[in-house]
Structure formats: structure tokens, C-alpha cells
């Protein structure tokens, strides 16, 4: 079993739509949770960065954590074409692990107009 | 600010030769800087860390004497693919984080190899 598992899609959905991404995670140890946006042939780029329970916004994004289920997500409102990206799961256990992130599978999303 | 750059971006080599990959961070000093190697539609699978003036620690299965990692400064990590072969072509992606960041990572663009 992963350590993060992420669903790869591919999810495609109607611009405006609302899209919903998640992740679950086995270790208990993860305290810090990222949601990363990566177009194709291009390095990731840092969306959301969470560490407690609930929720967080950040414009038309929102990272969910439910610690007691391990689960993670990201929900983006109004999406739009240029949303269309792989997006990665990232989790972390802080401490002596220096940053060294576990990441999920990445999830295809395409938003056609 | 927090921008990571990579150089090149694309490297097509024959079999047997070596390529290095330079990974800079551009406006601030990186105390640990990653490598990871992604597969098409893959996610990344991290390779190794690097510390400045110290020696990299790798990943179980991979092979240090294949990749070479140089943390000579804090604003440059080098990976070098030793007599690459078709199967270690991939996009490379390093990252790095500063003193302050902690478990943040800012990622440079990638480079893609292919060995002929």
C-alpha cells in the first residue's frame, strides 16, 4: 500500500464547474499537507500548504484536512480552462525528515469551456 | 522571490556518455535542495537530499554512484547521470528549501532527458 493514494483520473469537467480533488494518507506520523499544480513539462508550483484539521482559502482554492480519517482535499470553485493541470497530493512529517515530501499519484484535470 | 531555476531543460545524450544537471536558486540561500525523477504521468519519486557542504543521502534503490549530487554552495545542487543508458531518461526536477521554509519546497521547471 502507498503511502498517499490519490485517485489519477483523468477528471474532466465544465468550465464554472466546481472540482472536487482528494487524497488519502496511512501514516500517522504526516502533519503537513500541500496541494501542488504542475502543467505538463514543468515542475510543480506550490497552491496550498496546510497543517492543522479544517479548512483553509486561498481565492478559489480551499484545502480540507481531516486528520482523524487521513484525508485530504482540494476544492477549486469556478474553475476555469487554465486550471487544466496535473494536481499533486504532498504530505510530510515534520520534525527530523528535513521536508522530504510523500506524494500522491497526481490527479489529471481538464476544464473545457 | 523563491524562484528555482534549471539548467538545461532538455538534454538528448547518446548511451555510455554523462550529463549533468544544474539546479540554482535564483534569490535565496538553500540549506537542502531535492531531487526527484518523474516518469510520464507519474507522480514524483524523490531520489535524494542534498545538504550544502555535505554528502547526499539517497533513496533506497538508488544507485549514488550512478547519480552524482554536488551541493557545492547554497544556491547550486548538481545532478550527474554517470554512463546513462535509455532507461534513465526522465524529467529530473529539483527543489529546494530554505532555513525558514522549513517543510516548504519550491520546485524548479524540470529537465528532460532522453538517452539515445
Known amino acids: 500500500q502507498k503511502e498517499v493514494e490519490q485517485d489519477p483520473g483523468p477528471l474532466s469537467v465544465p468550465e464554472g464547474a466546481i472540482v472536487s480533488l482528494n487524497c488519502t494518507y496511512s501514516?500517522?506520523?504526516?502533519?503537513?499537507f500541500m496541494w501542488y499544480r504542475q502543467y505538463s513539462r514543468k515542475g510543480p508550483e506550490l497552491l496550498m500548504y496546510?497543517?492543522?484539521?479544517g479548512n483553509k482559502e486561498d481565492g478559489r482554492f480551499t484545502a480540507q484536512v481531516d486528520k482523524s480519517s487521513k484525508y485530504i482535499s482540494l476544492f477549486i470553485r469556478d474553475s476555469q480552462p487554465s486550471d487544466s493541470a496535473t494536481y499533486l497530493c504532498?504530505?510530510?512529517?515534520?520534525?527530523?525528515?528535513?521536508?522530504?515530501?510523500?506524494f500522491g499519484q497526481g490527479t489529471i484535470l481538464t476544464v473545457h469551456p | 522571490g523563491a524562484v528555482v531555476s534549471q539548467h538545461p531543460s532538455w538534454v538528448i545524450c547518446k548511451s555510455g556518455t554523462s550529463v549533468k544537471i544544474e539546479c540554482r536558486s535564483l534569490?535565496?540561500?538553500?540549506?537542502?535542495m531535492f531531487w526527484y525523477r518523474q516518469f510520464p504521468k507519474q507522480s514524483l519519486m524523490l531520489m535524494a537530499t542534498?545538504?550544502?557542504?555535505?554528502?547526499?543521502?539517497?533513496e533506497q534503490g538508488v544507485e549514488k554512484d550512478k547519480f552524482l549530487i554536488n551541493h557545492a554552495s547554497l544556491t547550486l545542487s548538481t545532478l550527474t547521470v554517470t554512463s546513462a543508458h535509455p532507461e534513465d531518461s526522465s524529467f529530473y526536477i529539483c527543489?529546494?528549501?530554505?532555513?525558514?521554509?522549513?517543510?516548504?519546497?519550491?520546485f524548479g521547471p524540470g529537465t528532460r532527458l532522453t538517452v539515445l
Open positions: 496546510t497543517y492543522s484539521s
Open positions: 542534498s545538504n550544502e557542504g555535505s554528502k547526499a543521502t539517497y
Open positions: 504532498a504530505t510530510n512529517a515534520g520534525g527530523t525528515s528535513y521536508g522530504k515530501l510523500t
Open positions: 527543489s529546494a528549501r530554505t532555513v525558514s521554509s522549513y517543510n516548504e519546497q519550491f
Open positions: 534569490d535565496f540561500q538553500a540549506t537542502t
Open positions: 501514516n500517522s506520523a504526516f502533519q503537513y
